[in-house]
C-alpha cells in the first residue's frame, strides 16, 4: 500500500543518509552493500568529492530516505566529449508512481546542465524493464554507443 | 524487423484509445482514422478484448475503451498477444560440415537481434510513446 508523502526535498547527501541508502539499495538488489556505497559517499559527496560528481537524496518531511540518484559528468572516456552519467538510481518500492524519480533526474540534469553538460546517458541492464521504461520515459532513447562484453573464462 | 499487419493494426487500435482513455471508439472510427481494413481490424479488437488490453462498451455510443495503465503497458505488451519476433532464417533441416558452423553464427547474431528488439519494446511505455508523438509534431516545420 502506498503512503503518500506530502512533502520531498531533494538534497545532496550526508554521511547520516548512507545506512538508509544501504538499506534501500540491499532491500531491491538482494545484496548488502555497505562497504561500496561508504566508498561512493565518500568520493560523490564526501570529504574527497570531485567537481562534478553528485549524489542526491529525496527525503520525506519526516527525513524519511524515499529514493537516491548518483552521477558524474565524465569526458573523453569512449571518445565521448563532456557528458553526465547517471550511474544509479533507486526509489523506495512503496514510493514509486508518485514522482519521486523524475524529482531526482530532473534535480541531478539541473546540476549537470550549470556545469556544462549538454547531454545525460546512463546504462540500464536489458531485462530490467522498470529501469528502462523510466528512463524512456524522462525523454532517454539509444545514443551513438553500443554496450559489448564477453566472459573471460 | 517487420511487424505482422495485427500487430501493426493493434498498435494503432490501442494506441489510438489510449490517446483518450475517457473516450470510447467504435471498429469503424479507428479503421477509417489509419486507413485500415475494418473486417481484419475487429478480428484484431475481439484478441485485444480478450487479452484485458482494451474493454467493449455496450449500449448507445458503445464501442471500445482502453482498460490498462498507460504508464505501465509497453508495445510489447501489445505485440506479443500476436507474434514473438523471433527470426527465422529458414534453415534447411539437415545440415553438414561447415553449414553447422555458418547456420549456428547466423542464430547467434539473430538472438542478438531478436532480444534487443523486444527488449526495445518492452521499455517503450504508451505514454512514452504518445509523449514522443506530440514532440515530433512540434518539432515539425
Known amino acids: 500500500m502506498k503512503r503518500k508523502k506530502t512533502a520531498t526535498n531533494v538534497h545532496v547527501a550526508e554521511a547520516a543518509d548512507i545506512h538508509a541508502v544501504v538499506a534501500l539499495d540491499a532491500a531491491i538488489t538482494g545484496t548488502d552493500k555497505a562497504a561500496y556505497w561508504n566508498d561512493i559517499f565518500e568520493r560523490f559527496a564526501g570529504s574527497n568529492q570531485r567537481r562534478k560528481r553528485y549524489f542526491l537524496v529525496a527525503k520525506s518531511g519526516d527525513n524519511e530516505l524515499l529514493g537516491f540518484i548518483v552521477g558524474e559528468i565524465r569526458a573523453w572516456e569512449f571518445g565521448s566529449p563532456p557528458c553526465g552519467w547517471v550511474l544509479a538510481l533507486s526509489v523506495s518500492p512503496d514510493q514509486r508512481q508518485q514522482g519521486i524519480g523524475t524529482l531526482l533526474f530532473e534535480a541531478l540534469c539541473a546540476r549537470m546542465k550549470h556545469d556544462g553538460a549538454t547531454t545525460i546517458r546512463t546504462m ?30 | 524487423m517487420k511487424l505482422q499487419k495485427a500487430s501493426r493494426y493493434a498498435l494503432y487500435a490501442v494506441l489510438h484509445l489510449a490517446s483518450e482513455p475517457e473516450k470510447q471508439f467504435s ?19 475481439r484478441t485485444l478484448v480478450r487479452s484485458g488490453l482494451i474493454e467493449s462498451v455496450r449500449g448507445v455510443g458503445g464501442g471500445y475503451r482502453f482498460s490498462g495503465n498507460v504508464r505501465r503497458t509497453t508495445l510489447w505488451d ?7 519476433l523471433e527470426s527465422d532464417i529458414d534453415t534447411p533441416d539437415e545440415l553438414q560440415g561447415n553449414a553447422i558452423v555458418v547456420v549456428s553464427g547466423l542464430d547467434t547474431v539473430m538472438n542478438e537481434i531478436d532480444g534487443l528488439n523486444r527488449s526495445t519494446l518492452d521499455s517503450i511505455t504508451l505514454k512514452t510513446l504518445l509523449r514522443y508523438g506530440v514532440e515530433n509534431l512540434d518539432k515539425a516545420p
Do not use: Q
Open chain 1, 124 to 153: 540500464v541492464l536489458v531485462n530490467d524493464k522498470t529501469n528502462l521504461s523510466f528512463f524512456r520515459g524522462e525523454g532517454l532513447a539509444a545514443g551513438p554507443y553500443i554496450e559489448l562484453e564477453r566472459r573471460l573464462d
Open chain 2, 27 to 45: 471498429t469503424a472510427e479507428v479503421a477509417e482514422s489509419y486507413g485500415v481494413s475494418i473486417h481484419h481490424l475487429a478480428k484484431v479488437m
Open chain 2, 78 to 84: 501489445i505485440i506479443h498477444e500476436f507474434e514473438s
